[in-house]
């Protein structure tokens, strides 16, 4: 039997267990340029029980101040010491590196800039001496620039990426992220950056030390960044279901992309996790039922949305552990609608 990563339970909400929940955005806080359902009322009562919130992102363009600004557009209260970027992670990166004053080249947008001055380091163009190299998401940048970086990074030039997010949403449709521009220069100079952004460290990391955070909680939508990074940075993670994960994509998740509780949106942070009970064949919470048969997942019973996430995934992970193989999906394994309060639910198949 393989050794797989399992749910959590906690008998209190994790706004009381937990002293700073780390808090990716898109697809958490705001989709697009609305705030998800219930996301604000959630995180006002989240603080109010105790919970410190950070607001963490991969996207190295845009200052702190412009993303609380953004935020607050939303009626969420943000500050811009509560956002925490991946170009101030990779200022850090660099400061731990190179002395104060160091020169550094900045092939990233204004918003790498400011840490990397905060930082006490010189941002200079790809055509004066330096230390090091950061990139990050730039629209603006030259093909000259991307040339000469390639060339002076395969010579050996230290380099840091922000992030490798491969797409990002733009107005007019999915666009390539800052990934791209970091895989064509991998692929020339064979050389692999510091990367600062989920899933690396140094992001949650960096949050981590801004906060003063002891019991921090990662929260995210995606497997591959949000829980995958939380994992790496030794952390528990709740993944909340309202951005572009679901079940096709939990069931076959990988140990160390499996989060440590699941809930359908923010509101999980207000409530208790119970975990489910299993017998070898069987995962069973809270009126729900879930079991594999010929290799398909069937979840059968009433009861909340969150328990039915919380048994189907128990289950499926179970299955994944010791076949190797992934469940099917048939009827029976349509997670139930919540009500317009999110809190109760219909009944299963």
């Known amino acids: 039997m393989l050794n797989g990563h399992q749910l959590k339970g906690s008998d209190q909400a994790l706004a009381t267990v937990h002293d700073v929940a780390m808090l990716d955005l898109d697809g958490v806080v705001y989709i697009g340029g609305a705030a998800v359902p219930r996301a604000p009322e959630s995180l006002a009562s989240a603080r109010e029980a105790g919970l410190r919130l950070a607001f963490i992102t991969n996207n190295a363009a845009r200052p702190p101040a412009k993303v609380a600004e953004n935020i607050r557009n939303l009626e969420i209260e943000a500050t811009a010491e509560d956002v925490v970027t991946s170009a101030q992670a990779a200022a850090r990166v660099l400061a731990e590196r190179l002395a104060p004053g160091a020169k550094v080249v900045n092939l990233?947008?204004?918003?790498?800039?400011?840490?990397?001055?905060?930082?006490?380091?010189?941002?200079?163009?790809?055509?004066?001496?330096?230390?090091?190299?950061?990139?990050?998401?730039?629209?603006?940048?030259?093909?000259?620039?991307?040339?000469?970086?390639?060339?002076?990074?395969?010579?050996?030039?230290?380099?840091?990426?922000?992030?490798?997010?491969?797409?990002?949403?733009?107005?007019?449709?999915?666009?390539?992220?800052?990934?791209?521009?970091?895989?064509?220069?991998?692929?020339?100079?064979?050389?692999?950056?510091?990367?600062?952004?989920k899933p690396s460290r140094p992001l949650l990391e960096e949050t981590i030390r801004r906060t003063g955070a002891e019991h921090a909680l990662m929260v995210g939508d995606r497997l591959d960044t949000d829980i995958e990074g939380g994992r790496n940075a030794g952390v528990d993670t709740l993944l909340v279901l309202t951005g572009v994960t679901g079940l096709e994509e939990l069931v076959v998740a990988a140990p160390h992309r499996r989060p440590t509780y699941i809930a359908a949106d923010l509101g999980g942070l207000l409530v208790p996790h119970p975990a489910p009970e299993y017998d070898g064949t069987t995962a069973r919470l809270g009126g729900w039922t879930a079991e594999i048969r010929d290799g398909e997942l069937q979840v059968t019973g009433q009861g909340s949305t969150d328990d039915w996430w919380r048994v189907a995934a128990t289950s499926a992970w179970r299955h994944l552990d010791t076949t190797g193989a992934a469940v099917t999906l048939g009827d029976q394994a349509a997670p139930p609608r919540s009500d317009a309060d999110g809190e109760t639910v219909v009944s299963g198949s």
Do not use: C, Q
Not at 130 to 149: C, F, H, S
């Open 108 to 197: 990233g947008a204004a918003g790498l800039r400011e840490p990397l001055e905060e930082a006490r380091l010189i941002p200079v163009t790809v055509d004066e001496d330096a230390e090091a190299i950061v990139t990050g998401y730039n629209p603006e940048l030259l093909w000259k620039d991307i040339l000469r970086a390639a060339v002076r990074i395969k010579d050996g030039l230290f380099w840091v990426a922000s992030n490798t997010d491969m797409t990002f949403p733009a107005a007019y449709g999915i666009a390539p992220g800052h990934g791209v521009l970091v895989d064509t220069l991998r692929r020339f100079s064979g050389v692999e950056p510091v990367v600062a952004g």
